[in-house]
């Protein structure tokens, strides 16, 4: 196992690891549930963790990375759900409150 990711940002994690796992690569969310314990240790252990289960797969994994979260972060606009009216970052694909894909 091997850590490929770690954010403050919970939604970022669980959208990497949907990339990843839409590659077939597997991975687990480590920290999940620690935010409540902020404030005994260290920030940056708090935040969640991505790790691969396979280290063979972490260069390509890396690079499937670098290639969807740069791109998506700066071309994708800032979108409002359809449903719910949640503002919602570009590079998600659907609607973290509701679940409401993307209009297009
Ligand atoms: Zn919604």
């Given at each position: 196992m091997k850590k490929i990711y770690t954010s403050p940002n919970r939604l970022m994690v669980f959208h990497i690891k949907n990339i990843l796992e839409s590659y077939h690569i597997d991975c687990l969310i480590k920290n999940e549930f620690l935010a409540g314990a902020a404030g005994e240790l260290p920030p940056n252990e708090c935040w969640p963790?991505?790790?691969i289960?396979?280290?063979h797969k972490?260069?390509?994994?890396?690079?499937i990375l670098?290639?969807?979260?740069?791109?998506?972060e700066v071309t994708l606009p800032t979108w409002i759900c359809t449903r719910c009216g949640e503002k919602l970052e570009g590079q998600f694909t659907a609607c973290w409150r509701c679940g409401?894909?993307?209009y297009r």
């Open positions: 963790e991505i790790w289960n396979d280290e972490y260069d390509k994994a890396l690079e670098e290639k969807n979260i740069l791109t998506d409401e894909t993307r």
